[in-house]
């Protein structure tokens, strides 16, 4: 595909529990109009992913369709993240969607065509803590206080 957006690349999912065996799943699409990743039924469950809940999709030419979610391990561009996977069906991509890429710290450079790291993370920051300020020392002579300049 020729949108700046959309390229693919290959992408490991795990069990992010078991932490056991990965799949490797080359030629993935990576899609940053798409919210969610999308796996292969059958390879979340080889992995022992279970599905946790179900999502409603509008696709689109406009169709509402439901497919369910779990938890996995996602791996790209060199580093890795737990995150939702949708259980694709037949007839599903298998998609690298945007919400996998910002828990990944991951960006899109759209000359190369490939994930790169997208930098320090933005956060928020508390208020600089108030500069303490050492209060003047008394000095007692004569039993009459005066302050130390």
């Known amino acids: 595909m020729d949108d700046v957006g ?12 078991l932490r056991g065996p990965r799949r490797a799943l080359p030629e993935t699409l990576v899609d940053t109009g798409s919210e969610f990743t999308w796996i292969p039924r059958q390879v979340l469950e080889e992995l022992g992913i279970r599905a946790q809940r179900k999502q409603a999709f509008e696709v689109a030419d406009g169709r ?5 979610i779990g938890y996995a391990l996602v791996r790209a561009g060199g580093t890795e993240a737990p995150d939702l996977v949708v259980f694709a069906e037949a007839g599903d991509m298998t998609l ?16 190369r065509k490939e994930l790169v790291p ?32």
């Open 6 to 17: 959309v390229f693919r690349t290959t992408i490991e999912i795990q069990n992010w529990e």
């Open 64 to 68: 509402r369709i439901e497919r369910d």
């Open 96 to 111: 690298l969607g945007a919400h996998s890429l910002e828990g990944l710290n991951l960006k899109i450079d759209p000359i």
């Open 118 to 149: 997208a930098g320090p993370v933005i956060t928020a920051a508390a208020p600089p803590l108030p500069r303490l300020v050492s209060a003047p020392a008394m000095i007692v002579e004569s039993n009459v206080p005066c302050f130390k300049q």
